[in-house]
């Protein structure tokens, strides 16, 4: 008599890859609870509309992580009666969903500082050998312990579900029958198995961008699982060649190749000897400056509000969620228009026309500070595949009493030490300084003193103390001769984490930095109602140094008059684009919403009905530099 569970083994397989595919769920959802203000305002209709779409994307996850599993105890074989057998598989579910459940858990913390879902860059986190890669991870665990805890109980719950549902002996005496009812069995699991990671029966399997099919890009993190954003985003990082316009026809219509820069507005005095800062605040979005929000009571920010009253100031927007994808934007002129960070992509090795080549090649000595760990975020590699020669970070510094525990020299130490170096340039140079202090775990040194007692969160009072800092690197430098020769650019890297203003919480306004050049004695004074990204920085500063090099870059002069403003992004799987008057996501072929900034702060009201003259312009702008930027990345001609 042969001992056969294959009854049992359907019972028993349904109730486990069920109770997970709610446990997964329930992890997922708990992204929206611990960061519902990243979201837009929500019906209670919509809320459980968006969870049950999600369930598309969570069996997907379900069967990845549990195809061992779903194979082990499937198989037409006695071997899975086994009782070392079954311990064996037993343990590679509990680890397997363990692991998908504790990445989704992870996000609802890592969220808040990319408003969008994990993708491959945990690799890079992971694969990179930063000494104090274990400090950030205990600061994490400490800071927020109580995810921990969740992911405990859900592990507990998960360990129980297996004990409660091993399988039961039943017994059948056909054993012909038993191995055909078997082969059933196995063949349609394994179909079923394929329809869960297609998602469907549809044409194309499911991806990333599925989900704008079924919300705005804003409220996506809320349908997809972190462990499905990390499994589609490692398969598909290569770019897709693009053939909108005809490869000679393009070049005419639009080309990232700058010849003969000239400047007819905001210019004072021109120079091409001037000195060049380029400061990178960390994490300094609009909403946390006062000069952006004048019924701001107490500004965190007053030093930074005094310089940026005498500069010439534009409503700045980052081409990127993170400091990895800033500086490939600022330096090289490259937006973040790909699911994965240059850096770290496969065209890392692609050749690019570089901010500090081009100034190198005109007599500047070139310079790059950031007091983190040497290497962090790639800042070292990116600094110098762009041209800039001197790294500076917390070894050379050389000074272990002045670090935070976590990711580098406080500020206003570094700043300081910044001061001195740059003392030793000849001029003209060029000097990028990165700041570092307004990133979690939000640190701040014994001997900062202040007399601010509102009520301001953590990372506000940093936000102040980089202010401070600020402001004392400016006193140090201002004593200088080379001061008053020089050019300040002031932005940063992307917004803060928190948001408070309604306003500040749209798709565009998680992009919304400072950007601004200082220099009283050479630039205009003025608030310039534009746009203006990253990537037209490096553009626009050649052009005021009256440098003419024939130069690459995806940005615009923006002191010529005649180049209209624009911004581009990718963002939760989709392309984000706007001439400054509009605002328009598309999913690279069709245009998705369209919302009239000057009218609709807040993008409530998508206008976008179907299209017309001048939605097929706006269109046609986007898909230029879309096409230049895929075929350019692929065929590696990021240069002139």
């Not at 069996?59 to 990845?64: F, P, R, S």
């Not at 004072?268 to 909403?287: A, H, M, R, T, Y």
């Not at 401070?468 to 001769?481: G, V, W, Y």
């Amino acid at each position: 008599m042969l001992k056969n569970k294959e009854v049992v083994a359907w019972k028993m397989m349904l109730i486990r890859l069920g109770i997970m595919l709610l446990l997964l769920s329930f992890s997922r959802w708990l992204l929206y609870i611990f960061n519902i203000n990243s979201f837009e305002d929500l019906s209670i209709k919509e809320l459980v509309r968006l969870y049950f779409i999600g369930f598309r994307f969570d069996i997907y996850t379900l069967v990845i992580f549990n195809i061992p599993f779903i194979i082990a105890y499937s198989i037409p074989s006695k071997i899975k009666y086994n009782n070392i057998y079954k311990k064996i598989i037993d343990l590679v579910f509990i680890t397997t969903n363990a692991i998908a459940i504790g990445l989704n858990l992870i996000d609802v913390i890592y969220f808040r500082y990319l408003d969008r879902r994990m993708c491959s860059e945990l690799f890079t986190f992971v694969k990179n050998k930063d000494e104090n890669q274990f400090n950030l991870i205990f600061s994490f665990i400490s800071d927020f312990w109580f995810m921990f805890v969740i992911f405990f109980l859900l592990l507990f719950i998960i360990i129980i579900l297996t004990k409660k549902t091993e399988l039961k002996e039943t017994y059948i005496t056909d054993k012909k029958l038993w191995y055909v009812n078997h082969s059933v069995f196995f063949i349609l699991i394994l179909g079923l198995s394929v329809i869960g990671i297609r998602g469907g029966f549809q044409l194309k399997p499911i991806n990333l961008q599925t989900a704008t099919d079924y919300t705005i890009p804003k409220n996506t993190p809320l349908i997809i699982n972190t462990p499905f954003s990390i499994c589609l985003s490692s398969t598909s990082s290569a770019l897709n060649k693009l053939d909108y316009f005809d490869d000679n026809e393009i070049e005419s219509l639009y080309s990232p190749i700058h010849k003969n820069l000239k400047h007819n507005r905001f210019i004072k005095n021109s120079s091409n000897k001037n000195n060049v800062v380029i400061i990178i605040l960390e994490s300094f979005g609009q909403e946390m400056i006062g000069f952006y929000n004048k019924d701001l009571k107490n500004s965190h920010t007053p030093f930074l509000d005094s310089i940026l009253r005498e500069s010439l100031t534009f409503d700045g927007m980052s081409n990127g969620r993170r400091s990895i994808e800033a500086l490939p934007s600022i330096l090289c002129g490259l937006p973040s228009l790909m699911s994965t960070d240059y850096p770290t992509s496969r065209y890392a090795i692609n050749k690019v026309d570089g901010l500090g080549s081009i100034l190198k090649k005109n007599g500047y000595s070139t310079a790059f500070f950031h007091g983190g760990n040497n290497g962090t975020m790639s800042f070292n590699s990116t600094s110098r595949s762009s041209g800039f020669d001197d790294y500076y970070g917390r070894n050379e510094y050389n000074n272990d009493t002045d670090f935070d525990g976590s990711w580098g020299i406080y500020d206003d130490k570094f700043l300081q030490f910044t001061a001195k170096k740059l003392k030793e340039y000849e001029n003209p140079f060029a000097a990028v300084i990165f700041t570092l202090s307004s990133h979690h775990p939000y640190s701040l040194p014994n001997d900062y003193i202040t007399s601010d007692t509102t009520n301001k969160t953590p990372f506000e009072k940093t936000i102040t103390y980089t202010d401070h800092a600020l402001k004392e690197f400016f006193n140090a430098i201002s004593k200088e001769d080379w001061f008053k020769n020089t050019i300040f650019i002031i932005t940063a890297d992307h917004v803060n984490p928190e948001h408070k203003f309604n306003s500040y919480k749209t798709t565009r306004g998680l992009y919304q930095i400072p950007l601004a050049f200082y220099a009283p004695e050479i630039i205009e004074n003025k608030s310039v109602d534009e746009i203006a990204q990253h990537i037209d920085i490096g553009i626009s500063l050649l052009s005021l140094l009256d440098i003419n090099d024939t130069t690459f870059s995806f940005g615009r002069n923006v002191f010529d008059s005649i180049q209209n403003p624009l911004f581009m992004c990718y963002s939760n799987n989709s392309y984000l684009f706007s001439d400054g008057k509009y605002f328009m996501q598309s999913d690279g072929n069709d245009i998705k919403k369209i919302f009239d900034i000057k009218k609709d702060k807040t993008l409530k009201n998508n206008i976008f009905k179907g299209y017309n003259k001048k939605w097929l312009e706006l269109d046609k702008e986007f898909k230029l530099r879309l096409q230049q930027y895929n075929n350019r990345m692929i065929n590696n001609k990021l240069y002139y």
